[in-house]
């Protein structure tokens, strides 16, 4: 069975002003609305390093959050390391992303009175591998933060944060990282640094789903995928 | 639930936004100071003054008295009057044999003028007197030392005293003679007169041979006359067949029950004789009990108002703290965090919050309970009446108080974490992102 297996999933998004489902209250993937992904369907394997290509506003965060379990309202059948995410209830889909899924944002969220060391050994509390200062000084070391870890995130660079919000994401061990334009606010050699990473990660045996425009992180991945019109395709 | 890291994250979230939690904290600390000093005044009233001035019998006695014939409007009353209601071994002995009694024992007061005559100070005092008889073996529970209630040939006559009547000395009697203050034990072996048979107002009784007869204080009990002094009930006795016409009936006799239960049906038996009971139920104690319950309840309903307040300002403020922090929310989520332990998250700041206002709210209450003794203390008016006893601070009522203000804090965050357990961790990451 595929590492990941989307079928035939539909997400839309109610209108502003327009009613959310048909009991008026929280069912936005009922066909209401706009619709951003229509009848989706592929399948990833484990350890795939993939690119996903698409326009602004073509689904690609809205895909990286159902993948992730942090979206649930959707419809059709969607299977991340054999679990349905489809029937899962709240504590499978938290099990899932405290064990299974890393994600790293584009403007990732930290915490401001933490600095780079403890906004780790915090944030993995609620993983199923909770990471003690040992670990994750060694994490901050794998991305380049060693000097760093006392630094608080406003004393840290864009690409710093970004590499830090990858060795968060890497705390709790996860198989599958999920990335949402990673290097969009990155310069030439730190978005390169954290290509490296990634490949470092996939080379490990992890599994990657990337949202991306940038080439040279499409140029690290095996596979590249197309999202427009709310379906997917293999890109050449 | 990750209970551990729940909680550990709730104290690194009360310590970074301490001043966000801070009025919450002021309001939980307000309350349980409020709610703990009136709590701890309540007790103290009942239990240092309701209880001991205004004495009612124990559960399980009841105390029978001739009955009384009232002459409605005229308030005549003639104490064993009618036929049947003589207070008699006869009587005691077939109340001995009633269910579940235990004991029976009997009072009897001095029937003739008597009264007082002492040196106080150095200044002689005199005065007519109530004086009663109890049996030695009743009163020697109350007394230190219990073989000195016993009748010496030669040596003076034990007395015992109420410690109403020690109060009364000391709130009335010393301040408006000048003269100072006693406690229990400097009183203990005084001595006094009394002078049987011939009082002010009584004038001389019509039997006897008036003399003057020793005493001397040997303890202090609640089964003592109020005002008045008891002695040993044969010696009473004695007197009463010396200077009084009839000498045979007792004035009152004292049942001890096994339960409180028994005692309606002993009281039914009683009264269907024709004899007046009185027993807990009928005492000042319970009408002092219920004026002071009313009093202090008003306070407490104030206390629990504030306690309300302070729930429903912790709630605002917890439900624009789940707000602000919904990025925050939206990243615990993201990392594996269920809404339930969102959900948890806020209440255990509630709860620390609580917590810690309940704590040092019950410190501030103690605080200003002993403060306010300490400032009533110069308008004490007796031993017995002294602010120290205006305040008590059971175990029970530290815990009560903790517990209604964690309780309030925690209903306060009820909807803060609903609203946190329902954020959605896409829409809080994109915010963020946007």
């Known amino acids: ?21 048909a009991d008026g209250r929280t069912n936005r993937s009922a066909g209401l609305g706009q619709t951003v992904l229509n009848e989706l369907s592929f399948s990833m394997e484990s350890n795939e390093f993939t690119a996903l290509f698409g326009a602004s506003g073509s689904g690609k965060s809205t895909l990286l959050h159902i993948l992730g379990g942090l979206d649930g309202d959707f419809q059709g059948r969607v299977t991340v390391d054999g679990l349905e995410l489809s029937g899962a209830g709240d504590r499978e889909l938290s099990g899932l992303r405290g064990h299974t899924v890393g994600f790293v944002l584009q403007s990732p969220f930290f915490l401001s009175y933490l600095d780079a060391l403890q906004n780790i050994v915090r944030a993995s509390r609620f993983g199923s591998r909770p990471a003690d200062e040992t670990r994750a000084r060694t994490l901050l070391e794998d991305v380049g933060l060693k000097d760093f870890a006392h630094r608080f995130p406003d004393e840290l660079s864009g690409g710093q944060l970004q590499r830090l919000a990858l060795a968060r994401a890497m705390a709790s061990e996860p198989k599958l990282l999920l990335l949402d334009e990673p290097t969009g606010n990155l310069d030439l050699e730190t978005a390169e640094n954290l290509v490296r990473l990634l490949s470092r990660f996939h080379e490990a045996g992890g599994t990657l789903l990337v949202a991306t425009h940038d080439e040279r992180v499409a140029r690290a991945c095996r596979r590249r995928l197309v999202l427009q019109d709310g379906r997917i395709g293999e890109a050449l | 639930m990750r209970i551990r890291a729940v909680s550990a994250l709730a104290a690194d979230n009360v310590r970074q936004n301490r001043l966000f939690f801070l009025a919450a904290f002021l309001g939980a600390t307000a309350g349980a100071a409020v709610l703990l000093f009136f709590l701890s005044l309540h007790v103290g009233v009942q239990e240092n003054v309701v209880k001991r001035f205004f004495r009612d019998l124990p559960e399980t006695r009841l105390k029978v008295s001739a009955a009384d014939l009232d002459f409605g409007l005229f308030g005549l009353v003639r104490p064993g009057f009618l036929k049947g209601s003589v207070l008699d071994d006869d009587l005691r002995n077939a109340i001995r044999e009633r269910p579940g009694v235990l004991r029976v024992y009997a009072e009897d007061t001095v029937r003739f003028p008597i009264r007082i005559t002492g040196s106080l100070f150095g200044r002689s005092a005199a005065s007519d007197l109530v004086a009663t008889g109890l049996a030695p073996e009743i009163l020697a529970e109350d007394l230190q030392k219990p073989d000195r209630f016993q009748v010496k ?9 109420s410690r109403r009547l020690l109060d009364l000395y000391n709130g009335a009697f010393a301040p408006m003679n000048g003269f100072p203050k006693m406690k229990e034990g400097s009183l203990l072996g005084f001595r006094f007169d009394l002078v049987l048979g011939k009082s002010y107002l009584g004038g001389r009784a019509e039997r006897g ?5 020793q005493c001397e204080l040997v303890g202090f009990s609640d089964k003592a006359v109020a005002v008045g002094v008891t002695l040993p009930l044969e010696t009473v006795r004695a007197w009463n067949r010396e200077f009084a016409e009839e000498s045979e009936s007792y004035s ?25 009971v009185q027993t807990a139920k009928d005492g000042a104690a319970r009408q002092a009990s219920e004026a002071v319950n009313a009093l202090t309840g008003l306070f407490l309903a104030i206390s629990v108002l504030i306690l309300g307040l302070s729930a429903l300002n912790l709630a605002f403020l917890l439900a624009l703290m789940v707000h602000r922090r919904a990025p925050e929310i939206g990243l615990w989520r993201a990392m594996g965090a269920t809404r339930g332990e969102m959900a948890v998250l806020v209440l255990l700041e509630a709860g620390i919050v609580g917590a810690a206002g309940g704590v040092l709210g ?47 804090t ?12 329902k954020t959605d961790p896409v829409q809080a990451l994109r915010s963020r992102s946007a």
């Open chain 2, 410 to 421: 925690l209903l306060g965050a009820f909807f803060p974490a609903l609203m946190a357990a």
């Open chain 2, 153 to 161: 040939e030669g040596g003076p006559l034990p007395a015992v005293v």
């Open chain 2, 362 to 408: 019950s410190i501030l209450g103690v605080l200003g309970g002993l403060g306010l003794e300490r400032l009533l203390s110069s308008f004490a008016i007796g031993e017995s009446f002294s602010p120290e006893a205006l305040f008590a601070f059971p175990p029970w009522i530290f815990a009560l108080t903790f517990g209604l203000v964690l309780s309030a």
């Open chain 2, 209 to 213: 041979r008036v003399r003057r007869v």
């Open chain 2, 252 to 276: 009152a006799l004292y049942a001890d029950l096994q339960v409180p239960e028994q005692v309606s049906a002993l009281r039914s038996w009683l009264e269907a004789k024709g004899y007046h």
């Open chain 1, 1 to 21: 069975m595929p590492f990941i297996q989307v079928e035939n999933l539909v997400k839309s998004y109610p209108r502003r002003g327009e009613p959310s489902g």
